[in-house]
């Protein structure tokens, strides 16, 4: 028999998937085109990850030639996919850090609701732990700090203009509500 060996990658992790307490998909990232090439796909994987996992109380399983490591909270379930070949070390960082960091942006509110409420911060989180496939910090504060960065602090240049737009509607709307203020207070002053 052949040693096998293969190229080290930086590409460790194939897909990271929330579902809820029904198997249904609240957020899904496939890095693997190959292995999941179009939407039906993965939704058929999920489910079937999902049936293989709710009752087990275990948080590693190899299923479909992947490694994946999950765990649940309240009513989110969080799996982080790698190839069988893969370390599982680094797969559990990304659980980790993926888990701690969304703990702490919902707080107290780790459940669907607060998770679909914020899923802005959630989705740029899950974007500062993995891009494309490769695992780019493990550190939970570090992504905390990162994905709650406010817009208001961003230069002009890096905002997009739905941000801009978001900005200066808040800014209009506020002046609105002081002139209607004023009036009032005036009317109100002149008919004493």
């Not at 190229?7 to 999941?36: H, M, Q, T, V």
Request: glycine share 2%; hydrophobic share 45%; charged share 25%.
């Amino acid at each position: 028999m052949e040693d096998f060996l293969l190229e080290p990658s930086l590409f460790a992790i194939k897909a990271i998937a929330i579902l809820d307490n029904d198997g249904n998909r609240l957020l899904a990232k496939y890095f693997d085109n190959n292995k999941f090439p179009n939407i039906k796909e993965q939704k058929k994987f999920e489910k079937f990850l999902f049936k293989k996992t709710v009752k087990a109380s275990n948080e590693i399983i190899m299923l479909d030639g992947l490694t994946i490591l999950y765990r649940s909270s309240v009513d989110l379930y969080f799996y982080v996919m790698g190839s069988s070949y893969e370390n599982e070390l680094m797969l559990l960082s990304a659980l980790d850090c993926l888990f701690s960091s969304l703990n702490t942006i919902l707080r107290k509110d780790f459940e669907k609701k607060a998770l679909l409420e914020h899923m802005d911060i959630v989705l740029l989180a899950l974007d500062e732990i993995c891009d494309n496939g490769i695992l780019m910090e493990s550190d939970p504060e570090i992504v905390v700090s990162r994905a709650q960065l406010r817009f208001d602090d961003l230069p002009l240049a890096e905002q997009t203009v739905a941000h801009v737009q978001a900005g200066l509607r808040a800014k209009m709307d506020a002046t609105t509500a002081l002139v209607q203020s004023a009036k009032e207070q005036l009317k109100w002053s002149l008919l004493k």
